[in-house]
């Protein structure tokens, strides 16, 4: 029998995953002024989970950043395209519409405020992701509403890592890393503790899988328990497992857009427990993966966030249909790219466009805004693509970059496995090309991009002028496979406004909370089937507050069973 590691006194709560979810949730029971116990399976380094890789895309709605951009939005706008893109159509989506809503009223309400006083900042220019390109009530963004927090992942994260840290201090935290759960421990239907396994001390550096050699064992107790332990992404048999039958057969090949640790083996622990996991079917993964040349975690790859101008060809070389271009529909590009039988899609661009239109997702990949460097940021607006862009571009396996279209079309060959048809690529290009004699006409991308240049940040940052591609003075010509890649699970526990998590009888388990991407960002998929972007951390910030102040009324040793 392994050792029983030691416990302190009681804590009030204990809270499962130190990553933003856990860690919001934590502040507001230590500003309520309640003891708190954290466990995490990751070493140290680890801190903060998945935010601290996240590129800090926040989803604001009427913001002053919008308004002084032109950008007219409001919580009616903001609505109308959140429940266009969900598609809300289950008897589970009982409660994920209601976390919805109350989720619009935050991101138009005081989520920004609440924000600033925990000192996060936002970069001026909005970005406009999920552009839809359908009709105004189906999916998509209306209007650009992501704001990139100056300090990326890290600048989200850091305030609640600070926080929990003086709660250390103070004696009113005790954070224990390396402690995996197992089990949540229930008597008589009552949640009232955790046990698990103590895993040996492991050097990973941050984001690098951890061993998984058991040291020990351990068994705590509290009146309330709080699951924050994040998503699916990291585990692709997970990932296939629930794949969703819309979407046919799940990719062969598939890169990871989070680390290891996202592994959601809580959700069955939790599900043991009593609760209910619904719509674990719904996910968000994305289509622009690229391999990363320094890979942390395995088969680490980095998203493309794309502006709109890439010509976006399937693996024949057949351009992609109308309104799949880059940026506007990332799951339904996914579903037309598994439908081709293919795992992979390329874009067709310009050195122009790729300085202009190519950010990477992720802390790491954009120093001038993680580290608040304003003499790199000042290099977005001038010449020459980012560093970490034309890193990838001269060291990354999935990139192709000539002189002339056929030296392109050589190296296109070389990565496609015989798939590609080169005479249709040639076609397509062409084809787009004349469709640039005029400053109209009638290729909808080509009137996409024309339209997205009203939009002063598109202009000045985001969006190329139109031009031809094979305009030598535009080059050289650059192709890039792009590989399907891991990231979101939409679906989770199930809970209610409280995120108190409902067991099958549709009633609260007693002692028992859940937030961040563990409970789908709030109500088991507030999301629906398609998310707006920028919502998943503000997701976990909402949950992980509604869950932290509900812990902190549940008195301690009693619980309330029932509604
Ligand atoms: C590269 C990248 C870019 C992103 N960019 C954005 C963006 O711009 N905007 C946006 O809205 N979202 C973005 N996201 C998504 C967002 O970061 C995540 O959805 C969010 O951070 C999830 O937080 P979480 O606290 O729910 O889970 P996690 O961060 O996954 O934390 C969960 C923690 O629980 C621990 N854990 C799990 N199981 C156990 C167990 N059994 N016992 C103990 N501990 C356990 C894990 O080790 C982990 O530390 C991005 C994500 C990545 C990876």
Known sequence: MMPLSSTSPDPHTIVIGAGLAGLVAAAELIDAGKRVLILEQEPESSFGGQAWWSFGGIFLIDSPEQRRLGVKDSIDLARQDWFGSAGFDRDDDHWPRKWAEAYLEFAAGDKREWLRERGIRFFPIVGWAERGGYTSNGHGNSVPRFHI??????????????????????????????????????????????????????????????????????????????????????????????????????????????????????????????????????????????????????????????????????????????????????LGTLEHIVSTGYDYSWFVLTQKIIEKEFALSGSE????????????????????????????????????????????????????????????????????????????????QLNAVRQARNYRGDKLIRVAKPHRLLDPKQGPLIAVKLHILTRKSLGGIETDLQARVLGRDGQPVPGLYAAGEASGFGGGGMHGYRALEGTFLGGCLFSGRVAGRAAAEQPHGEHTVGS
């Not at 550096?205 to 924050?228: K, L, Y």
């Not at 990363?292 to 976006?312: D, E, F, K, Q, T």
């Not at 060291?395 to 296109?412: C, H, I, R």
């Open 149 to 330: 927090v100056w300090g990326t992942g890290p600048g989200v994260v850091s305030p609640f890592i600070d926080r929990v840290r003086a709660g250390v201090a103070a004696g009113r935290v005790e954070l224990r890393f390396r402690h995996r759960v197992d089990e949540l421990l229930v008597e008589d239907g009552v949640v009232v503790g955790a046990a698990g396994t103590v895993l040996a001390p492991d050097d990973a550096e941050r984001g690098e899988a951890s061993n998984r050699d058991a040291a020990g064992q351990f068994a705590v107790r509290a009146p309330t328990v709080i699951v924050a332990s994040g998503g699916i992404g990291g585990n692709h048999d997970l990932v296939r497992q629930n794949w969703p039958t819309r979407m046919g057969t799940p990719p062969e090949h598939m890169l990871s857009g989070v680390p290891a640790h996202v592994d959601g083996r809580m959700l069955a622990i939790t599900e043991r427990a009593g609760a209910r996991v619904i719509n674990q079917d719904r996910m968000w993964h994305y289509v622009e993966g690229i391999e990363n040349y320094a890979p942390v975690w395995a088969r680490h790859g980095i998203r493309i966030l794309p502006g709109p101008s890439s010509l976006w060809l399937d693996a024949t070389g057949a351009r992609l249909p109308v309104p799949l271009f880059p940026g506007f529909d990332t």
């Open 365 to 444: 990949q954009n120093p001038d805004l993680t580290n608040r460097d304003l003499r790199l940021l000042a290099k977005r607006v001038g010449k020459g693509a980012p560093g970490p862009v034309e890193d990838f571009k001269t060291k990354g396996a999935d990139f192709v970059v000539a002189d002339t279209l056929d030296e392109l079309l050589v190296g296109m060959v070389k990565l496609s496995n015989g798939a590609l048809d080169t005479g249709r690529v040639r076609e397509e290009i062409e084809s787009r090309d004349r469709g640039l004699l005029n400053a109209f006409g009638k290729d909808a």
